[in-house]
């Protein structure tokens, strides 16, 4: 099974809304990753996870707050988000952050911020 | 971060092989060469990657220039399903930073049935 699912598939959120997206994969990978991508833009990194632990932040604001409670979850908790940040937010897996490793993308949350 | 260049677009027919250059003049000794396409409405997927040697595996070939400053992603018969945007990327070799997955613009690619 090489699928990274994410839920849900569509969001839509008022600005004071607290909403989360749920990233899951069962590749045993080690490696999670966040990713924004805007309209007609390329994906942009936000977070990185190896062995449950923050590896990387990307300057990203604290509105957007990453959990990732065990090897298997990924979440993604939003707060107080503002319309530009509506995009389609990725989430990635992969065995480990070394270019050895490809990461599995999954489909995609469609953010529509209010 | 040693950067790519890629055209915007590129048009090929149905059943014929497609070459999608990319250029990376600063590319360093250590850095591998990544491609991922991201097809409509889906999540980017990897394609291949290499350092010095062409590549092949069952999706694509990839061919590097003897210099390392250029490569070109070679698939050798395309199908309407290949028509996606190609990410051509720079992957240090160690782990945090220098190997993140920063993509450019990409080059979209059409096939004509």
């Known amino acids: 099974d090489t699928e990274v699912t994410q839920t849900p598939k569509h969001l839509v959120m008022g600005m004071t809304n607290k909403k989360s997206l749920k990233c899951e994969q069962h590749m045993g990978h080690r490696a999670m990753y966040w990713y924004k991508q805007k309209a007609k833009k390329p994906p942009e990194l936000m977070f990185v996870?190896?062995?449950?632990?923050?590896?990387i932040n990307e300057s990203v604001p604290s509105r957007f707050s990453p959990e990732c409670p065990n090897s298997s979850l990924l979440n993604l908790h939003l707060h107080a988000l503002q319309p530009e940040d509506s995009a389609l937010y990725l989430c990635?897996?992969?065995?480990?952050?070394?270019?050895?490793?490809?990461?599995?993308f999954g489909p995609g949350t469609r953010l529509t911020v209010t | 971060d040693a950067k790519t260049t890629q055209p915007n677009s590129m048009e090929s027919n149905e059943e014929e092989p497609v070459h999608l250059p990319c250029n990376h003049s600063t590319i360093s000794g250590t850095d591998y060469i990544h491609w991922y396409r991201q097809l409509p409405s889906q999540g980017p997927e990897y394609v291949i990657h290499g350092l010095t040697s062409n590549v092949n595996n069952r999706m694509a070939s990839l061919a590097i220039a003897e210099d390392r400053k250029s490569s070109t992603l070679i698939l050798h018969r395309a199908t309407l399903r290949d028509a996606a945007v190609y990410y051509c990327?720079?992957?240090?070799?160690?782990?945090?930073?220098?190997?993140?997955?920063?993509f450019g613009k990409g080059i979209t690619l059409s096939v004509r049935p």
């Open positions: 990327i720079l992957r240090g070799p160690y782990t945090g930073a220098n190997s993140k997955l920063t």
């Open positions: 990635a897996s992969s065995q480990g952050t070394t270019h050895y490793y490809e990461q599995y």
């Open positions: 996870y190896s062995y449950e632990k923050l590896s």
